[in-house]
């Protein structure tokens, strides 16, 4: 429809010039005020269509522009999500919002373009049929003029192409060292380090700088190459026909028309180029954007079998095994493996043999089934800005009830404004709270404590068949951390549950513990695996 509605407003155009052309010679020379009126009528309706389509296509230039941007962008979130916490081994924050930012923006600038240039084509094209009733000499001016000049237009069109790719890859490194900077900036701080990453964010600025200057000046020559070479063709034509007519070859009213078929053909000529070099400037951004893409996991399995229901969770590197219904704690001796683990018991591990439900390897299903049965809850996850209860209730299905249960467990009730005195009760809260409390960015206005306890409230709203936790309560006091263990251990009781930490008061409540020593493990209570001097050692330094 874009490309219709921009031909329409072009192709109106292109017979103005016609129109006025008969009106000279029709009604001016001929003296024939009828059809004068005729042909001033026929140029006002031209000119009608031409505003009416005009404003349409401009209209649906925007809304496929708009659109274009919001899927791409949709499209990097679902890759984000897809891939989750192994996107960062594959691609950095500065990447991402350059992605985001820049690449976004060229894609939907060529595709707010691509109607426009096609219809530019199709205009050119009927241009030259009109230029064909006057002379077929016009016709070989312009049908020869116009590729030419594009070949000459082409070295700098590799060029800006080149020269935009190393900008891009400039723009991504610099982004990258500033969210690095600013993400460890208390370290940098703290070891004297923040005048060194200063100085490479600055050396890094300047090396975008100049890339974007040497981008621009190709842009420059490309624009003054855009604006020249169409008048330099508009002119040797002029002169032709200008021979033409005072030969007596075409009429004063012919030649009206051209000079307005030429001024007419300035602007699909115009906007091939700039849909050109929009086109340029997307191979750059798709490049970078395909590259992201290409991380992407694979298809899900067309013919997966169902989930195993009820059956342990086992991983066979370290041997440890999650059996059903029970929480397990899980220790490591030197705590070395400890994420590797985490990975595969929860379907994240992309190397190595991957842990099994039941006889069947976490892998043999898709990255949806597994996330729906398994829910990691890593150290490092993070809260978002936005009310506590959006923040909670993620899927919008949870009562307050739930929400305040969950938080209640987490020894959180007070962070949504329950009286602080009731922390210790046993009673879940039933009014008193607040759950449109609004969290900063990242969290960053609650402690460390207040973050680590509302993640674990959000985990246990997600209910999943199997909960991982990494070291829930390490953030907390130990007052705190005996609550949380001992109201986890009831809220989970019957559902399948791990643990992974060396606190003694979340091992004291699990039913069972694997401890990690070298390359075995050994499974019992807490109460038994204390009798052994390296486990003891393990949780109690």
Request: net charge negative.
């Amino acid at each position: 429809m874009s490309t219709l509605v921009s031909f329409a407003f072009l192709g109106c155009q292109q017979f103005v010039p016609y129109v006025v052309g008969r009106a000279v010679d029709d009604g001016l020379v001929a003296g024939d005020r009828t059809a004068l009126y005729w042909w001033s009528a026929a140029l006002m309706a031209c000119i009608g269509i031409a505003t009416v389509t005009g404003v349409a296509s401009f209209f649906y230039m925007m809304y496929t522009a708009m659109d274009t941007d919001f899927r791409v962008q949709r499209r990097l979130v679902d890759t984000v999500v897809a891939v989750g916490s192994r996107l960062r081994s594959r691609a950095d924050a500065g990447e991402l919002v350059a992605i985001s930012a820049a690449d976004a923006h060229a894609l939907s600038s060529v595709s707010m373009m691509f109607g426009r240039l096609a219809s530019a084509l199709l205009a050119f094209v009927l241009a030259l049929t009109i230029l064909a009733t006057l002379s077929w000499w016009f016709v070989l001016a312009a049908g020869v003029g116009v590729p030419a000049m594009f070949m000459l237009l082409r070295p700098l069109f590799l060029r800006l192409e080149a020269r935009g790719r190393e900008f891009r890859n400039r723009i991504g490194e610099q982004t990258g060292i500033g969210t690095d900077a600013v993400a460890g900036l208390r370290v940098l701080r703290g070891i004297g380090g923040e005048a060194h990453f200063t100085a490479r964010y600055k050396t890094a600025s300047q090396a975008s700088r100049r890339a974007g200057v040497r981008v621009r000046r190709t842009a420059a020559g490309l624009e003054f190459a855009r604006l020249a070479l169409p008048g330099t063709l508009l002119v040797l034509v002029l002169w032709m026909g200008a021979e033409m007519t005072l030969n007596g070859t075409i009429t004063a009213g012919e030649f009206v028309a051209l000079f307005g078929y030429l001024v007419a053909l300035t602007r699909p000529l115009g906007y091939t180029i700039q849909g050109v070099d929009a086109l340029t400037r997307a191979i750059v951004a798709s490049g970078r954007f395909q590259k992201l893409q290409d991380e992407h996991p694979e298809p899900e399995p067309a013919d997966e079998q169902p989930w195993p229901a009820g059956e342990p969770l086992h991983d066979p590197a370290s041997g440890t095994t999650i059996e059903p219904g029970l929480t397990t704690g899980i220790v490591t001796g030197d705590g070395k493996g400890a994420t590797e683990l985490l990975d595969r018991l929860s379907g994240y591990a992309e190397t190595g043999e991957p842990a099994r439900i039941g006889s069947i390897p976490l892998d043999a299903f898709g990255t949806a089934t597994v996330r729906r049965h398994v829910h990691l809850l890593e150290a490092r996850a993070q809260l978002f800005s936005g009310p506590l209860r959006d923040q909670l209730d993620v899927d919008g299905e949870r009562t307050d009830a739930d929400i305040m249960r969950a938080l209640h467990t987490a020894s959180a009730v007070d962070i949504v404004g329950v009286d602080p005195s009731l922390i210790e009760s046993e009673e879940v809260p039933s009014a008193g709270y607040d759950l449109d409390t609004v969290a900063g960015e990242r969290g960053r206005n609650f402690s460390g404590g207040e973050r680590q306890r509302l993640i674990l409230a959000r985990a246990l709203l997600a209910d999943p068949e199997i909960l991982v936790l990494d070291d829930p309560a390490s953030a907390c006091d130990a007052q705190t951390e005996a609550r949380i263990a001992a109201r986890l251990a009831r809220h989970r009781r019957g559902r399948t549950t791990a643990i992974l930490t060396n606190s003694p008061q979340l091992l004291a409540v699990c039913d069972r513990v694997q401890f990690l020593a070298g390359n075995e493990a050994v499974a019992g209570t807490h109460a038994e695996l204390l009798h052994q001097a390296e486990y003891r050692e393990a949780v109690t330094r």
